[in-house]
């Protein structure tokens, strides 16, 4: 069954790095994409980082070079590496699995429970 359970959050100052980690499930990863959301209050969730079951990996423009999305199959876990941390990237992140096509999600999304992550200037 599909598995997503977040911890890492917390907060950092500008300039900074945090990881965060998603233990998921085989069954989770084989069958689908995976990636990671965030969401602020009052705005939609918007991916972060995602990739797809060939390994492919995509960012939003606002992120890329400073953020790297990785699967560890051995251990079932995802990260999201967050280094030079920006006042911005102040939301709650939600590890997700669901089907994918290329950057396109669609279809049933499952989500974790979130990690709230803050960065201060």
């Known amino acids: 069954q599909v598995q997503l359970v977040e911890s890492g959050g917390g907060s950092e100052q500008a300039g900074g790095s945090l990881r965060l980690s998603c233990a998921t499930s085989t069954y989770t990863w084989v069958t689908y994409c995976m990636g990671w959301f965030r969401q602020v209050p009052g705005k939609e969730r918007e991916k972060v980082a995602g990739?797809?079951?060939?390994?492919?990996?995509r960012y939003r423009d606002s992120v890329k070079g400073r953020f790297i999305i990785s699967l560890d199959k051995a251990k079932n876990t995802l990260y999201l590496q967050m280094n030079s941390l920006k006042p911005e990237d102040t939301a709650m992140y939600y590890c997700?699995?669901?089907?994918?096509?290329?950057?396109?999600?669609?279809?049933?999304?499952?989500w974790g429970q979130g990690t709230q992550v803050s960065v201060s200037s």
């Open positions: 997700a699995a669901g089907p994918c096509s290329g950057a396109n999600w669609f279809g049933n999304i499952y």
């Open positions: 990739i797809d079951k060939d390994g492919t990996t």
